[in-house]
């Protein structure tokens, strides 16, 4: 028994367990119920009455060196995982919620609106929800044209009157029914058509309509107002060009053109290598839509032009998904942060 003992106390003594696993094996093997030491005290009832003082004083020893041994290492063992969990530097600054970022389409809506509120242009708005009279038959639509059939239109199945809004233009008639020229406005909103959506067309986006009515409003007007607006947003280098086109509620009417602002006109793939980018349709107010609303095309004329915001924008940022500016990934709308 002495010798075991011995070799016990040599081998504790030697002990380092290196983890929790180890060390729960040493308290298994020495001090456990079935372990080397209690099983040394059952042989202990065996021992000749002479020696049990010594092997007694022995075996408390050794029962108390195995047990300290082992609250040193668990001690140890727990220090060190407490180091690493409670690894944090106090002097670090504090980690402030995170600030959202406008949106994209938000930056470039107030853009545009400040750069023609600074030529005297009010915002009006006016509703999603339209009926044909506004949307269409006042705008010189007239019942049954193919025109109609230009813009993919979300009717209600119950009254076919009424309808999500095709476009912007719709709110120029509440403004022209509204007011009395002279008008100045433009009207930011959304608009819906009943389009598949790609990378380039959505059913839901939004427009801005312009508007000027007074009396000798020309198409000169009209051209300069659009080649101050383009300069001021896209850089002072950039050219216009007007095509002629097609609305029913302007005659004439004209596509407008900016000189491709990523290849400075030079042809790339965004221009198509024409060096130019339609970016909005416009013309002088047709002589009907004035007197639909109310205003004496005799005395007055009047420009309108109306633009799409998701386009002007991806030609802005480069950006070459329109289905991006709905997804509200935060990786994507980050990165306008600076552009606020
Ligand atoms: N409403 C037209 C569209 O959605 C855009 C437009 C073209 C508006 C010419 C105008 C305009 O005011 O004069 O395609």
Known sequence: ??????????????FSGENKEEVEQFRIKYLSKKGLIPSLFGEFRAVAPELRKEMGQALNELKIKAQDKFNQLTEKLDDNSQETDNDLDLSLPVDFHELGARHPLSIVRNSIIEIFARLGYTISEGPEIEDDMHNFTALNFPLDHPARDMQDTFFIEKNP????????????????????????????????RNEAISARAHCIFHQVEGLYINKNVSFADLKQTLLYFSREFFGENTQIRLRPSYFPFTEPSAEMDISCNICGGKGCNICKYTGWVEILGCGMVDPNVLE???????????????????????????????????????RFLKQFESAN
């Open 161 to 192: 009157d009424i309808a999500l809004r095709t476009h912007t233009s719709s709110v120029q008639v509440r403004v022209m029914k509204n007011q009395k020229p002279p008008i100045r406005t433009i009207s930011p909103g959304r608009v819906f």
């Open 292 to 330: 639909n609303c109310g205003i004496d095309s005799e005395i007055y004329t009047g420009f309108a032009f109306g633009m799409g915001i998701e386009r002007i924008a991806m030609l802005k940022y480069q950006i070459n998904d329109i289905r991006l500016f709905f997804e509200n990934n935060k």
């Open 1 to 14: 028994m002495k010798e075991k003992i011995q070799q016990f106390l040599k081998e504790i003594s030697a």
